[in-house]
Each structure stands twice: as C-alpha cells, then as structure tokens.
C-alpha cells in the first residue's frame, strides 16, 4: 500500500531551535508539496518540487524556512530559528503534477514553546 | 481575498439529510479541481476529482461551473460517517491551493 511517509509524527521544541521534518513521497511521484495547516490559516501551500527542482517556495517565510530535496525518496522542510508561532500541523504530499490530485502524509504536529 | 473560499460551517444535519457546499475560487486560470475529506486529527484523503461534467460516486455528486468560478459537493442520505471536514482545492501552474474547509457534522 503506497503512501507518503513523514517523520517525526510529532516534535516539541523550543524557540530558537531548529527543526528539520522529512518526507518520503510516493515511489514514481514527481511532485512534493509541502503544506502547513492552522486553525486560523487553513492549508497553506508553503513549497512545491517537480522533478527535485523548486518551483515555488513563495508561501515560505524565507528567511527561517528552507526547503530542500536532495533525492528523489526524500524531501525535507527546516525551520532555524523556530518560533511559536510556526507551531502548526505540516503536512507532505506528493502527486504526479499540480493538475493531478495529491496524496498526503500524516503529517508532522510542531509545538515550539 | 483567498484563492479558495469555503464557509466554514458547521453543517449541522440529521442522518438522512442532503446537504451541498459550495467553493469558490478567484483563479480563472485553475485546471483541476478536487474534494478532499479530513477527518479530526488526521490528513486530508481525496474524495473526488471534479470534472466540467460533472461526476458523481454514490451518495456524492460534484459540480464545477466555470462561469461562476465555484464547485460544488452534494451529499444525499448523510451517514454518521460523514461527519469530518470537506475540503475543496484547485490545481494548476505549479500550485494545488486548498480551501480551509467546510465541516459537516451529522447528528442521529
């Protein structure tokens, strides 16, 4: 049963700490979406990959989130220096284009205090 | 304004009830569109692609108007089960942007 796989499940963490959640797509899926969901904000899209290449990273705080996929089994999304207000659930999804639905992992639930 | 916009709800209806959402969407630009189910402390998991004609599964039929720039999910016969919250999202130009979801809570 293919399905995309997000570690860890879930982090607590200072403020001023960073951290590093990591993806493994959907074997054969070219596309990686990287989401952050919040009461408030609802699903907001935070970077995009096709083929290991950003795309589009413009819902990202750029100056403390990075996102990177060094190979095609694993992406991954840092925060440094993390703040409470990046406390949110992030989700990983991985899909064979933006015209085409998207699975999702379960997801990483940040708490940074 | 948001790419995507659903009401929030809740939808409060007994077993056995139609209840339909609507989403609506400011990029006329968008390809693909989808529902998606979440459920409480879980990740959303597609319910149906929508196509320009229309496309129904089961108890769910989905409708998408172009002009209006709005889809729409029907559900007839509301089970228990299909309390969770609904999620539209539109695809395309490198984006999937996803509402912030309609939730729908049926009562016995």
């Known amino acids: 049963d293919a399905r995309v796989t997000q570690t860890p499940r879930d982090k607590v963490t200072e403020m001023g700490q960073e951290v590093t959640m990591r993806c493994q797509p959907i074997?054969?899926?070219?596309?990686v979406f990287w989401y952050r969901q919040t009461m408030m904000q609802g699903l907001e899209l935070l970077a995009y990959f096709r083929n290991r290449a950003p795309l589009d990273d413009s819902g990202m705080p750029k100056d403390r989130f990075s996102a990177e996929m060094p190979d095609a089994t694993l992406a991954t999304l840092k925060i440094q220096p993390s703040e409470p207000r990046d406390s949110a659930v992030y989700f990983c999804?991985?899909?064979?284009?933006?015209?085409?639905?998207?699975?999702f992992g379960q997801g990483t639930r940040l708490t940074v205090v | 304004r948001k790419e995507v916009e659903q009401d929030p709800g809740p939808f409060n209806v007994p077993e056995g009830a139609t209840v339909a959402f609507n989403c609506t969407y400011s990029n006329s630009a968008s390809q693909s569109f989808f529902w998606y189910r979440q459920d409480c402390r879980k990740e959303p998991k597609l319910l149906m692609s929508v196509y320009s004609s229309g496309n129904e599964d089961g108890r769910f039929t989905a409708q998408l108007n172009r002009a209006s720039q709005y889809i729409s999910l029907l559900i007839r016969d509301s089970k228990l089960s299909d309390s969770a919250t609904y999620l539209c999202?539109?695809?395309?130009?490198?984006?999937?942007?996803f509402g912030a979801g309609t939730r729908l809570a049926v009562h016995p």
């Open positions: 074997l054969g899926h070219n596309t």
């Open positions: 999202a539109t695809g395309g130009y490198n984006k999937l942007i």
């Open positions: 999804a991985s899909g064979l284009g933006s015209d085409t639905e998207a699975f």
